[in-house]
């Protein structure tokens, strides 16, 4: 006759295995979880220096980013391969300043400034700034089913345009990655003089124009 093992221990070993799973959830919660994604943020934000004579650039990329790089005729293509996916990636590009200013007309700018509205982009938002002692715009905006950041910066011997996008990556991290390395950019040249406009300009919700000092 075959023995039959006992209901309390079988509750018993249940309560065990059921308060273990909980202890060892709680742990993976509280303990471990957080100090992984601190990890992979402190990874993927570690800037890495990157330098290319032939465009006049340099700046600090983000190791989330550096993993391959592609060059074609006036750019570079700098990104995280992802199986199936939209990879992070900035591309850079870089043409001739025919008319040899150290800033954006007015025409251009308003023209940038007003996109979102006359266009109905989505999360559009748009900034006026200095980058490295150059005059810069920043725009950042919905497109093709993910967020992109793109900075133009201009210089009397160039205008460098800066596209970057998370892809399919972590969209928080990676558009902080994006703004840190875009902000890092210098452009090599002579050196533009003081800025004669405002020096930040925004793009307010009711689509009027605020200049910032």
């Keep these: 006759m075959r023995k039959q093992i006992p209901t309390q221990l079988i509750v018993g070993l249940g309560i065990l295995i059921v308060g273990g799973g909980i202890v060892g959830g709680e742990y993976f919660l509280v303990k471990w979880y957080p100090h992984h994604t601190e990890a992979v943020k402190a990874a993927t934000l570690r800037p890495v220096p990157y330098k290319n004579d032939s465009l006049g650039i340099e700046m600090q990329v983000a190791a989330g980013f550096n993993k391959r790089v592609e060059s074609f005729a006036g750019g570079v293509r700098i990104y995280a391969p992802r199986f199936w996916s939209i990879a992070p990636s900035i591309t850079l590009t870089v043409q001739p300043n025919p008319d040899q200013t150290a800033e954006f007309t007015p025409q251009v700018l308003a023209k940038w400034q007003t996109q979102g509205v006359t266009e109905d982009i989505p999360r559009y938002h ?88």
């Design 126 to 213: 748009f900034e006026r700034t200095r980058l490295n002692n150059r005059d810069a715009v920043l725009i950042r905006q919905y497109k093709e089913r993910a967020m992109l950041l793109t900075v133009r910066i201009i210089s009397p011997d160039r205008i460098v345009e800066a596209d970057c996008t998370p892809g399919r990556a972590n969209e928080d991290l990676y558009m902080q990655a994006c703004d840190e390395s875009l902000r890092t950019i210098t452009v090599a040249g002579p050196e533009s003089p003081p800025p004669v406009s405002p020096g930040v300009m925004e793009l307010t919700p009711a689509g009027r124009l605020t200049a910032k000092p």
